[in-house]
């Protein structure tokens, strides 16, 4: 199986920054698709940012221009660099695999909390 162990997360002021970081590791065959998920109080999870094996990078359009998805696939890494953070950015921020096998993984989550 695979862990993935996600770090980063904390209280920052609006339009401050913060950079999340998911680590993959066990027996991995093949990762296809790594990305981020946020989840607010109240409110459905949804997609923050995915990136293929190449590279190629989907945003959700409430955090395009201000976030960035990156990953080291020699580390079995993903990153997210969250820039000009808004107060609704507040929420729960999950790290998800999707691996060749197919078979689907997710980190135990990070606080990220924007005040005003």
């Known amino acids: 199986q695979v862990q993935l162990v996600e770090s980063g997360g904390g209280l920052v002021q609006a339009g401050g920054s913060l950079r999340l970081s998911c680590a993959a590791s066990?027996?991995?065959?093949?990762?296809?698709?790594m990305g981020w998920y946020r989840q607010a109080p109240g409110k459905q999870r949804e997609l923050v940012a995915t990136i293929t094996s190449s590279s190629n990078t989907n945003y959700a359009d409430s955090v395009k221009g201000r976030f960035t998805i990156s990953r080291d696939n020699a580390k079995n890494t993903v990153y997210l660099q969250m820039d000009s953070l808004k107060p609704e950015d507040t929420a729960f921020y999950y790290c998800?695999?999707?691996?060749?096998?197919?078979?689907?993984?997710w980190g135990q989550g990070t606080q990220v909390t924007v005040s005003s």
């Open positions: 066990g027996s991995i065959f093949k990762i296809n698709v």
């Open positions: 998800h695999v999707l691996t060749g096998w197919p078979r689907t993984y």
